[in-house]
């Protein structure tokens, strides 16, 4: 009973993350309706950007934290301005074929300047752990989970509350109206783009302080799709509550492989199994808004 209880601990962390990383895949489609294949090597970069700037510069943790923000702005203001405004009215599939080319692209940038072996944060939070229940918990677990969650909190605020935030929700619903409206589609586009990057790096920095960092941590992206489409593809709760089910249930699934069965390996394809059981049921996923067309 011990054994699955930490199992569904180290999901519930494991998930925050993959929460904060399909946020920033929700946020994106909200605005733009485009997915974004390229989420998982903006997590990728942003970890080997604070990576560099506190081992490499050896400035202190909080410091590099706050410049990788800044850089994932910066990264994303100058992908969206370069790269996808040009193709603003373009169809859907060009434009996801770009986001595509854009993650090989950052994927290759990382290897020729980082290599591909594992990097290692240097520890920032206290290695005694915590107990839970009789169980061990690491302090770093403690902080991904609080973050993640806090994170959420704020921007399901800015969304409600916050003038752009609701710019951002009419945008989604019909650009043509919220243009009509005086609300720059242009902006929006270039906000959304900097928080999916903002997101992703957090979600990358916390990552790297767990299992350290290495070109395969831009695979994320594919992990946490099946999370996002078991939440729907527009919904903040959904991309929240999404990875945490996909994070507790592949923990759970690996871990019973192992124990009943002796096999390894399948918590690699355990989100896509479950992915595809909830969707028969649920074919717009657990929160995503289901589309009548009328002909």
């Not at 929240?240 to 069965?261: F, M, R, S």
Request: glycine share 10%.
């Amino acid at each position: 009973m011990e054994y699955y209880l930490q199992l569904i601990i180290n999901g519930l962390v494991v998930g925050s993350i993959y929460s904060l990383v399909a946020l920033g895949f929700v946020i994106i489609f909200k605005a733009t309706k485009v997915v974004n294949f390229a989420q998982g090597e903006l997590v990728m970069v942003g970890a080997y950007v604070c990576f560099a700037l506190t081992v490499q510069f050896q400035l202190p943790f909080f410091a590099s934290f706050l410049l990788t923000l800044v850089f994932s702005i910066v990264l994303a203001t100058a992908v969206e301005r370069l790269i996808l405004r040009p193709l603003i009215g373009e169809p859907i599939i060009s434009v996801i074929m770009v986001t595509i080319g854009l993650s090989s692209m950052l994927k290759s940038f990382v290897q020729m300047v980082w290599g591909t072996q594992i990097q290692v944060f240097p520890a920032i939070l206290p290695q005694e752990p915590y107990m839970l229940l009789g169980l061990p918990i690491a302090p770093v677990y403690v902080a991904a989970f609080g973050l993640s969650a806090l994170l959420f909190g704020v921007f399901s605020l800015f969304f409600k509350f916050s003038s752009l935030g609701i710019a951002m929700r009419a945008t989604a619903f019909d650009q043509q109206a919220a243009q009509s409206m005086g609300i720059g589609i242009k902006s929006i586009f270039a906000l959304s783009w900097c928080i999916a990057a903002v997101v992703s790096s957090i979600g990358g920095i916390i990552l790297g302080n767990i299992n350290g960092i290495n070109a395969q941590l831009g695979h994320l992206g594919l992990k946490v799709f099946p999370a996002v489409i078991l939440g729907g593809l527009d919904s903040l709760l959904g991309a929240a509550l999404g990875g945490l089910i996909i994070g507790v249930l592949e923990n759970i699934c690996e871990g019973a492989a192992k124990d009943l069965l002796g096999l390894g390996g399948f918590k690699e394809v355990a989100s896509f199994l479950i992915l595809v059981v909830i969707l028969m049921v649920k074919p717009y996923g657990l929160f995503g808004t289901k589309e009548i067309e009328r002909v």
